[in-house]
């Protein structure tokens, strides 16, 4: 069964500090996603990677980082949370092969509260 | 850029069948996709139109207008359990499988 998990389901951190959000998928798969979610804007990309290694910026990459340095996983970095980053966090992967790359798995998602 | 358009609320009864609108507005489109989402829980996929037509899984269906610009999600025999947003996807068929979300219909089913 596909499985993509991250880290917490909810974290209240404080305006200033480093922020690290993890996920891992072990289904192999080659993309990876960080999305935001806040109300009536849908799911917004942050950043995604295609590979280890590999990054491409989203549609709201300011104030995020990311890393992906094994193939299962992807970490979403927030190097100075501010109180306009409260939100729900989106983790999902997709496979490149068999033309599957348009089907995207989701993890359970991170409510961060920052305060 | 992309542009998609959903309307941002539908409501409907138990039984009843409800029809969600996507129009979208993008270069090099390849596909639309729907996705599900519970209050609390994660998007799940429903279904993906690669061509014009109408796609059917049980009692969901999805359909696609190319020329239109223009898809539906279909829900028949509407469950109470089928109360979520919904959200419609564009996929510009790259590998990078990078996906262009609506902002979601929110679907309420009354008994």
């Known amino acids: 069964d596909v499985k993509v998990t991250q880290s917490s389901r909810y974290l209240v951190k404080r305006t200033g500090e480093k922020v690290f959000l993890e996920c891992v998928q072990d289904?192999?798969?080659?993309?990876m996603f960080w999305y935001r979610q806040d109300p009536g804007l849908g799911l917004r990309l942050i950043y995604f990677?295609?590979?280890?290694?590999?990054?491409e910026k989203g549609d709201i990459p300011e104030g995020y980082s990311v890393s992906r340095e094994k193939k299962e996983r992807f970490s979403l970095i927030l190097e100075s949370a501010s109180t306009n980053q409260t939100s729900m966090y989106l983790c999902a992967s997709s496979s490149t092969s068999g033309g599957a790359s348009e089907t995207q798995y989701f993890g359970p998602g991170t409510r961060l509260l920052v305060l | 850029g992309q542009s998609l358009e959903q309307p941002s609320e539908v409501t409907a009864v138990e039984g009843a069948i409800v029809q969600i609108n996507c129009t979208y507005q993008?270069?090099?489109?390849?596909?639309l996709s729907w996705y599900q989402q519970h209050d609390g829980g994660a998007p799940t996929f429903l279904s993906y139109?690669?061509?014009?037509g109408l796609e059917e899984t049980g009692r969901f269906s999805s359909f696609l207008s190319r020329s239109d610009s223009y898809g539906y999600l279909l829900l028949q025999e509407l469950q109470m359990k089928d109360s979520a947003s919904y959200f419609c996807?564009?996929?510009?068929?790259?590998?990078?499988?990078?996906?262009?979300f609506g902002r979601g219909t929110q679907l309420t089913v009354w008994p």
């Open positions: 289904m192999d798969h080659e993309n």
């Open positions: 996807a564009v996929f510009r068929g790259s590998t990078l499988g990078r996906l262009y």
């Open positions: 990677s295609y590979d280890v290694k590999m990054k």
């Open positions: 139109n690669g061509l014009d």
């Open positions: 993008t270069s090099g489109f390849y596909g």
